[in-house]
């Protein structure tokens, strides 16, 4: 192998699909990774059961009076059901934006980007890998999460069923917006290079805007409007429609999701590109 | 071959290096030296793409290196010791850079067993010394088997053994036809090592030339002047002692220090009219060369710091 000649072609030859190689192999050999894909998928597991117990326990203590949600009804319990996702969704973002800091913090990033020194395919193999992957996770996590609540609302005589409207959205939404997540974390992570630089300000974006966002309301009419494509705002009103106040069509919220996912995204590569690393 | 051209590199208003030029020539290893924080390591990261020069640039095999098709067989480099995740085992972080070069598993086995990791390959590299983590490196940077080898102060932290593991290295693989390029801040590093040396103070080259050129084979040189020459040259006359005649009165010495001279004169009682000593070991020169572009001038005895 000391001669380019007698090298096969392919040996040494860095591609978008090899860096995904790399990037998955140090992915999945990494702790805390496997501890933030179970706590995650925990973490949705409990928060579903949990929704669905208190809504049935509530439902039996009190007589049924007209003008409450009926919770018999499959649609509203999969609401109920799919309400705490954003918590799963927030501990894989924060795993996206290790996946991208971390490279700065421990130096890795040295070794990352001799073996490809075309930033712009590493960001693309992180951003690919940590898509896929949490997708995968969140589909998986809301089955999981169906069988521990299926006996729980069967107790309570609660409607929850796989091919209801509401489940589907709960699922296929639900991947869509944790992927979007994800992506906002691992630009994060490329934009600040501090793990908990992004993790604030991730949660940030998820929390405190929005707060801030629904006072200014009160003193400010356009700002509703602004306040309904906040990515917590996007993530309720496709995941719950009927309990959120968002005004939005769905292809509105596909494209706040879109925008979310890339915006973030494009402002990172920019930063990777011009930044020494 | 790397080739630089004008490589500049200013962070604000602090220019770290300035226009620099010159050729790293392959089968030979080529020093880098220069004092802590003369802009070795910048100029080595504005090789390798990691970061971007402010003005100038750097070629590579005659092409950019961000630009590299298969940069893992055409560069492996050493820039500081802890470029791998610390919850990695080393075994991992191989496996993990192979994958990125389509690199055969065969190769991770290799360097493992070169660089004497293979009984730690499923340790974490948190975990590592100094020593080790210098070790695994190496071993990342010999991954791919490279045409161009840039190590950056490889031997901190080094024991005698592993110092001298990295220099039969280098020599090694220069000898293959590789372009070796070695930075450090000590001279004696480099005489044992380098067949070329790049002197660089403050951001600037101070010197390109073979290593020879710094010093005649590294014998001291001194002028004598004396009345009596033919005695004087009866009173040094030994092996490994070379007189040459200036002229009639003066005499170049190759080999004793000036002081053995003198002191020979004395007991021969021969008068000199002059000693001054020619030149002076690599160290000297070298010290001399960067004095005036040190960065950090230590005004007395001040403990030697390891180069970054």
Redesign the interface.
Known sequence: ??T?TV?PS??????LG??F???S??FF????TQILIVVAVLAQMALAALGIWSVGAFMSNIPAEAGMPNFTDPEVTAEVFGSGITFSQLILGAMAVLLAS?EFT??????T??????RLRVLSAKALLIAVLTGVISVAGTFLAYLVCLPIAGHYELGLELSSAAFQRVLWYGALTTMMVALIGLALGFLLRSSAGGITVLLGLFFVLSILVQVLIMAVDWVKNIVQYLPDQVVSALISPTTSMSSLETWQLMCAVAGWAVIPLVFAAWALR?R?? | MIQAQELSKRYGSKTVVDRVSFTVQPGQVTGFLGPNGAGKSTTM?MI?????PTSGSVQVNGAP???????????G?L??A????????AR??L???A??????ASRVDAVLQLTGLWSVQHKKVGGFSLGMGQRLGIA?ALL??P?VLILDEPVNGLDPEGVAWVRQLARQQAA??KTVFISSHLMSEMSQTADHLIIIGRGRIMADAPIAEFLADGREQTLVRAGDLEALMRALAASGVELVREDAMTLRVVGPTSQQIGQRALEAGIALSELRPLSRTLEDAYLELTRTAVEYESTTAAPMTAGK
Request: without cysteine; charged residues 20%.
């Open positions: 192998m000391s380019s090298t392919r040996a040494g030859r860095v591609t090899s860096v190689r790399a990037e192999i140090r050999a990494l702790r805390s971390g421990t130096g890795s990033a040295v070794s980007f001799l073996a490809s020194p075309q011009v020494d690393i | 990261r390798l793409g990691l970061a971007t290196f961000t630009s590299s098709s298969h940069p893992l067989t055409e560069v480099a820039l500081e802890r470029s791998v995740h610390k919850s990695l085992t991992a972080h496996r993990s850079m994958a990125a070069g389509h690199l055969p990342t791919g088997d045409q293959e036809g």
